[in-house]
């Protein structure tokens, strides 16, 4: 560089700075997901998804004729494990309502527990006073593994109560999702 030139060395730093700036952001330009990749991106994911988790509602209601002291079972949903499967998340609520038909001031224990095949977790009961009408509410969650296909999950509410009562229900409420 000559004495009259008057560039600086500062300012032909700044020059390269700036074009391999620009060279950086046209490579970004050029090497980014055009919007059609996003969208064949996002439609395998989706596949890959479908093909790796199946969800299945499980849902039945009863009204049952007579529910006992002792537990029972009622609105059972049996659900059979589809090929490929192996695995399950199992979510459901079993509820009971009836009315109590012991005298006024006299109360009884609805008890209710959601069952998840062989697995009875969380029970819950409610006191239900004569002539009155009262419900119970039990959740569960179950993971099952080694499942085979052709076997049956099955979720129930088990329930009791032990006085006379008229208008009984039972039901249950949830899913399953079945993964590979």
């Known amino acids: 560089m000559s004495v009259l030139d008057p560039r600086s060395p500062v300012d032909d730093l700044r020059r390269m700075y700036e074009e391999i700036r620009e060279i950086g952001r046209r490579l970004d330009l050029l090497e980014s997901p055009s919007g059609t990749q996003a969208f064949r991106t996002v439609a395998k994911l989706e596949t890959a998804i479908d093909a790796a988790v199946l969800p299945v509602m499980v849902r039945n209601y009863e009204q049952p004729a ?13 659900t059979v494990v589809p090929d490929g499967y192996s695995r399950a998340i199992v979510q459901a609520t079993a509820v009971a309502s009836l009315r109590s038909n012991a005298a006024a001031g006299v109360t009884g224990g609805l008890i209710v527990a959601c069952t998840i095949t062989s697995s009875s977790a969380y029970t819950t009961w409610n006191d239900v006073a004569g002539q009155q009408y009262g419900f119970a ?3 569960n969650t179950a993971i099952l593994t080694g499942l085979v296909a052709g076997a049956t999950i099955s979720v129930r ?7 006379a009562f008229t208008l009984g229900r039972a039901s249950v409420d949830g899913s399953i999702l079945f993964l590979r």
């Open 66 to 78: 007579a529910i006992l002291p002792t537990a029972s079972d009622f609105a059972i949903a049996n």
């Open 157 to 163: 509410a088990r329930v009791s109560f032990p006085q």
């Open 137 to 139: 509410a039990a959740p």
